[in-house]
């Protein structure tokens, strides 16, 4: 499965408000609350928090990937925030500039897989997360990382 393929414009925050990782986890997925394949946005919701209880989802450079694996989605679903004063995720002791909220159906267990891992090659990169982190439109966010996906 494409990451670009997930990535829709209303989907992406690229000033998120909260600066308390709840807060700022909550922000960026009500984003997907209107997204046809999000059949229950609260259970989803609280099967995402519930993830993050039991371990940081924080990848180091300021990079989070939240997520939840739930019977609450029919399909794959991203969204993205983004912080320019970063996050505080006081459960892994780091600060966060890049929120990336993932909810797979249970039965995707491959393509859950493929993007966590495709994502988390591109954003191993200092120079797409300096992009990614910098750039003033949501368009471009989504460029550099059809970009560094295609191997451009």
Known sequence: MQINSLLKPEQ?????????RCNAINEVAQLLQPNPNVTNFAGFYEELLARERIESTCLGNEIAFP????DFLKGMVLAVGRSQQGVWFENCGQTVKLIF???????MVTDYLSVVGGLARLLKDPSTREQLVN?????EFISVLTQAENGR
């Open 12 to 20: 992406i925050k690229l000033e998120l408000a909260q600066a308390k």
């Open 101 to 107: 909220v993932i909810g797979t159906p249970k039965r």
């Open 135 to 139: 750039v003033p439109s949501i368009e």
């Open 67 to 70: 997520h939840a694996r739930t």
